[in-house]
């Protein structure tokens, strides 16, 4: 059981809460841990597209003995008028748990406030908590114990960086963020990673973020619902792709939470390359996930 109702970010659990989280999640996987949440319902409400985060809740309440539902906004009545609070309180009803993809982080706290079923983010514009336990059970196996390990973020500094850069404060992860300027880290959320343990290392430099790294992180640029700010945003993260020549200097090995963008934010080479972590990482969303959810919703 977690102390917290709802998991709208990474650091509504605490440290030592993460950590049992990804040992739950290392169990499952390894089928050391077999627990079951027979009958268990996970509602899902997706305001923008998935595949990673949509298939593995699904496969994962399924190997749980569960069920999943997948609920488009167009599908209920959400798409049509009915309030968000209204909509929490009859899924928070049925459900055991909710999970949701929004665009306004705002929106998904509505939804926490009037559900009485957990509520887990699935990515909303600020944050995706999911994204983290998954990443940092990946560098757990991948890289190293977390208090050995030097981190890099290069790229913009929204949602799954946010995230990071919070699980890397509460996992004792030396990081160091590169984004251009404009694009950084939220004022608030490295105020928080201070609370938590630590503030990562702020830079717009790639290069200076890549030199001592163990693993060097990246996203794509245009976000969902940022297809309109595609010019400027390719104007400003130029030098900040993760190719061969900005790693040159390292034996980094490299992440990346998926959908990739070849050619923009990382090169092919370099995803398909003996340094890439990734298809590891997306299979650690399935694993990440039924290690919280048990921990969520179990007596
Ligand atoms: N990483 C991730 O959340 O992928 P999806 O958008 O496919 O769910
Ligand atoms: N930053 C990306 C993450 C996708 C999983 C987006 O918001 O589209």
């Not at 605490?14 to 499952?28: G, H, M, N, Q, Y």
């Not at 509602?43 to 949509?54: C, D, H, I, V, Y």
Request: with cysteine; glycine share 8%; aromatic share 6%.
């Amino acid at each position: 059981m977690l102390e917290t109702t709802h998991f709208t970010d990474i650091d509504d659990i605490s440290a030592s809460e993460l950590d049992r989280v990804l040992t739950r999640a290392a169990d499952i996987k390894s089928g050391d841990d077999e627990t079951q949440l027979t009958r268990a319902t996970l509602a899902m409400l997706f305001e923008k597209p998935s595949t990673r985060t949509r298939v593995s809740f699904e496969t994962g309440m399924t190997e749980l003995g569960g069920h999943a539902l997948f609920l488009g906004p167009e599908d209920i009545q959400l798409g049509h008028g009915e309030p968000l609070s209204d909509t929490a309180r009859v899924l928070g009803r049925y459900g055991d748990a909710i999970m949701v993809r929004l665009f306004d982080h705002e929106d998904l706290l509505e939804i926490a406030e009037h559900s009485d079923a957990p509520v887990i983010n699935g990515l909303t514009d600020d944050a995706h908590p999911c994204q983290t336990l998954a990443d940092l059970l990946t560098i757990r196996e991948h890289v190293g114990d977390f208090d050995e390990v030097q981190a890099a973020w290069v790229g913009d500094g929204n949602n799954v960086g946010q995230s990071f850069v919070l699980g890397c404060a509460m996992a004792g992860i030396d990081l160091t963020v590169a984004t251009p300027p404009a694009y950084g880290v939220d004022d608030d959320v490295l105020e928080k990673a201070a609370e938590l343990g630590s503030t990562p290392t702020i830079t717009t430099d790639p290069e200076e973020a890549v030199a001592d790294a163990d693993v060097v992180y990246t996203d794509v640029w245009i976000s969902m619902g940022q297809e309109d700010q595609r010019h400027e945003k390719l104007q400003a993260f130029e030098g900040f792709q993760l190719n061969e020549d900005l790693l040159s200097s390292t034996d980094a090995k490299v992440m990346h939470c998926l959908p990739a963008h070849r050619g923009e934010e990382i090169t092919g080479d370099v995803l398909e390359g003996e340094r890439s972590l990734v298809w590891d990482q997306a299979e650690n969303r399935l694993h990440a996930q039924k290690g919280l959810i048990v921990e969520l919703l179990e007596e």
